[in-house]
């Protein structure tokens, strides 16, 4: 098991919706240490790596995001001096951490199927982050568990139907024209915030689409973040592009869950024009 068993019945029970803290064993795992991660990052294709300055405000303009000039390999190694952060993005491509991903699917595969249907797409993203780095506001299109290996993270969660924060107009865009994930923080959104506090052990399921923002503690940080779709999130991605297709046209589509008769149709056309699109 990589996950403790106790902590998967309250993941089971929050899961798909809330957020949940579950406890891990892969601390000491030697695919996780810095001197692997170097390696992982020079083999890994460019578009599998994103990184960036961490020194950033939380309301980063996604178009303005500061390089830090290093090379990927670089920047993991010299990553407690050089204040920045970095995503391995993919890393199943990679036949060993492929392995490890199997083994923390396995372990919450039955919850998920229980309650949001199969899930596939299993993808793995490792963080590894300067002292102090902040990932600014964002929310990201799947389900995932984020798992603290080294370092500590508060991990600033906000809920994912939270209306105030992101519009339906801004789902919208966020699946039509794969918007960036950044999001517009303002300061009234922290009345709505949880801050969870990731030590080594700790992990975090975080639903679809729940805003966050994450600051690193005052040691490097290095995090693996395992993440699925669902029959539920492909759902609510093609009703989103639906309802976005139809408010270009100039209407008014029903709130999601107000009308579900209408949002089954909505998602049938959807991955109906998906379908034709790809042929
Ligand atoms: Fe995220």
């Known amino acids: 098991m990589v996950f403790d068993p106790a902590s998967l019945r309250p993941f089971s029970a929050s ?15 030697p695919l996780l240490e810095i001197d692997r991660l170097v390696v ?5 294709p460019e578009s599998a790596v ?8 939380i309301g980063q303009d996604p178009a303005k995001t500061p390089m830090n000039g290093l090379t990927p390999e670089e920047t993991v190694r010299r990553i407690a001096e050089n204040k920045s952060w970095i995503v391995l993005k993919n890393i199943e491509q990679d036949g060993d951490y492929a392995a490890l991903l199997e083994g923390c699917a396995a372990d919450v595969a039955p919850s998920v199927k229980a309650a949001t249907g199969e899930m596939h797409k299993c993808e793995g993203f490792i963080f590894v982050s300067s002292p102090a780095s902040v990932t600014p506001f964002h929310m990201d299109p799947e389900h995932n568990i984020l798992m603290q290996m080294r370092g500590t993270k508060t991990f600033t969660i906000f809920p994912a139907k939270a209306d105030a924060i992101v519009t339906d107009e801004q789902h919208e865009a966020f699946h039509r024209a794969g918007g960036h994930r950044n999001l517009p923080y303002k300061d009234e959104y922290a009345s709505l915030a949880e801050n969870v506090e990731l030590s080594p052990g700790d992990a975090l399921y975080v639903p679809l689409k729940s805003p966050h923002w994450v600051k690193v503690g005052p040691e490097v940080s290095v995090s693996l973040s395992v993440t699925w779709r669902s029959e539920a999130s492909d759902a609510e991605a093609q009703l ?7 408010r270009s046209k100039g209407l ?26 790809r042929s």
């Open 240 to 246: 989103r592009r639906a309802n976005g297709w139809l």
């Open 50 to 57: 994103e990184y960036n300055s961490g020194d950033l405000p």
């Open 252 to 277: 008014t589509p029903p709130r999601p869950g107000a009308a579900p008769m209408r949002d089954r149709a909505a998602i049938l056309a959807a991955r109906l024009a998906a379908r034709l699109k």
């Open 15 to 29: 899961y798909p919706n809330l957020p949940a803290r579950l406890r891990h064993h892969l601390t000491d795992h």
């Open 40 to 44: 992982l990052a020079r083999v890994l």
